[in-house]
């Protein structure tokens, strides 16, 4: 098996390193191209405006000076001497649950790989601002990271799907267990928008990332964190919203 591994939080990131550790359970085959510094965020952004660097860190091993959608792109594309079997994004460092997953960078690079046809999974480990987890952050992910990877590898998913696997805020031997669930929604848009000048008195803005109200809907991400558990979610990438179709082409009728 080959696999590609990729993240939003950059190359030197820890939580790489942990889902470097987890891969190895299964291979040896394993490559890295990641972005060179944090992009959480990002989404499903490519760049187009500016060029894009490619650096070498090792064997395998590689960083890119964009997005996580460009890491995977390259990695591909560049980087690889074949296709791999299985892209893994994380071990992001915070949850990617409900709406949210629209702005991570960790499920976009998933999203990337699922749209090239490779069987993609994303990884995230929800913190805890209490410090919960203890002095292992990601305890959680690295103690459960393989039980949940192994059905997922040779599960037969349909094309343009992709995984998307959250950790709570746990040390490992407190975590509940595994759920596959839906994707939940948060009650409102997210944080706040702080106000303030830098040095030169020029203003700026600085989006804030405090906890969101959700509603615990049964069956979502968000419940099965809440309990304790692993979340696991499968993703479309299509967004149609087939109901509608038929409504609207009656609008259009001559």
């Not at 860190?57 to 001497?81: E, Q």
Request: charged share 20%; aromatic share 6%.
């Amino acid at each position: 098996m080959k696999i590609l591994l990729t993240n939003d939080d950059g190359v030197h990131a820890p939580g790489l390193e942990v889902l470097e550790e987890i891969a190895r359970e299964f291979t040896d085959d394993i490559w890295i191209c990641a972005p060179d510094e944090e992009q959480s965020g990002m989404g499903h952004a490519l760049t187009l405006t500016r060029p894009v660097r490619l650096r070498q860190h090792g064997k395998r091993r590689f960083s890119v000076t964009g997005t996580p959608t460009d890491s995977v792109t390259l990695g591909l594309r560049k980087v690889m001497d074949g296709a791999p079997d299985v892209i893994l994004s994380g071990v992001n460092r915070g949850a990617n649950l409900g709406d949210d997953v629209t702005y991570s960078g960790t499920v976009s690079a998933a999203i990337e790989g699922a749209l090239a046809g490779i069987r993609s999974i994303a990884l995230s480990q929800v913190t805890s601002r209490s410090g919960e987890a203890g002095a292992d952050t990601f305890d959680a992910a690295r103690g459960w990271g393989a039980k949940v990877l192994g059905p997922l590898l040779d599960t037969p998913l349909p094309k343009r799907t992709l995984v998307n696997v959250n950790f709570p805020a746990l040390p490992s031997a407190k975590v509940a267990g595994i759920r596959a669930v839906r994707q939940g929604f948060h009650d409102y848009a997210r944080g706040t928008v702080v106000e303030g000048r830098d040095p030169r008195g020029f203003q700026y803005y600085w989006f804030g990332l405090e906890p969101i109200e959700h509603t615990l809907d049964h069956g979502t991400d968000l419940e099965a964190i809440d309990d304790g558990f692993i979340s696991v979610t499968p993703l479309q990438l299509d967004l149609t919203h087939h109901s509608s179709l038929g409504a609207l082409a009656d609008r259009y009728q001559p």
